[in-house]
T-cell receptor, first 109, second 113 residues
């Protein structure tokens, strides 16, 4: 079993929709969880990180961690075509990040 | 403020050769990590360096090695290249060994033929 599981998609939604991206994790020794966005032929870009349980909001993006169910979520409100990318969840490990497989998201105009 | 710089961006090598990739971290960042990204395996951790010391290593064969210099710049080397080593190699830098805010470079696309 992988430490972080993420549905690779692809996921295609119309512009303006609310997008929900999810991951599950095991081995929760560390407390930080991150979401990265990766455009084609680019390196991953840190969107946001959360500490332990709870929500964190940044503009149209909300990250949520549920430690009881070991669930990590990213919500995108009012999705835009420019949000089309691969989204990677990650959890903090010892001097490293452990990534999910990434979900390819397409927002259709 | 300059981001993480990786060179070269693209590389084509022949099976059996060796290759060296370079990473210049964000100014002031002392931790540099390397990851391999492939369509099948996703992003996998190779190793992490902090103040010239390797602090952690992933599950990769000994053909993969790295080092960090006193100015925090890092190199990774892959010897005796195999076709399966074709991947995007990403470098990330952060202020400390905690990867909470790790910033990635654009990557080096290595193709082994």
């Amino acid at each position: 079993q992988k430490e972080v599981e993420q549905d690779p998609g692809p996921l295609s939604v119309p512009e303006g929709a609310i997008v929900s991206l999810n991951c599950t994790y095991s081995n929760s020794a560390f407390q930080y969880f991150m979401w990265y966005r990766q455009y084609s032929r680019k390196g991953p870009e840190l969107l946001m990180y959360t500490y332990s349980s709870g929500n964190k909001e940044d503009g149209r993006f909300t990250a949520q961690v549920d430690k009881s169910s070991k669930y990590i979520s990213l919500f995108i409100r009012d999705s835009q075509p420019s949000d089309s990318a691969t989204y990677l969840c990650a959890k903090q490990g010892a001097q490293k990040l452990v990534f999910g497989q990434g979900t390819r998201l397409t927002i259709n105009p | 403020k300059a981001g993480v710089t990786q060179t070269p961006r693209y590389l084509i090598k022949t099976r059996g050769q060796q290759v060296t990739l370079s990473c210049s971290p964000i100014s002031g960042h002392r931790s540099v990590s390397w990851y391999q990204q492939t369509p099948g395996q996703g992003l996998q951790f190779l190793f992490e360096y902090f103040s010239e010391t390797q602090r952690n290593k992933g599950n990769f064969p000994g053909r993969f090695s790295g080092r960090q210099f006193s100015n925090s710049r890092s190199e990774m080397n892959v010897s005796t290249l195999e076709l399966g080593d074709s991947a995007l190699y990403l470098c990330a830098s952060s202020l400390s060994w905690l990867p909470t805010e790790a910033f990635f470079g654009q990557g080096t696309r290595l193709t082994v033929v």
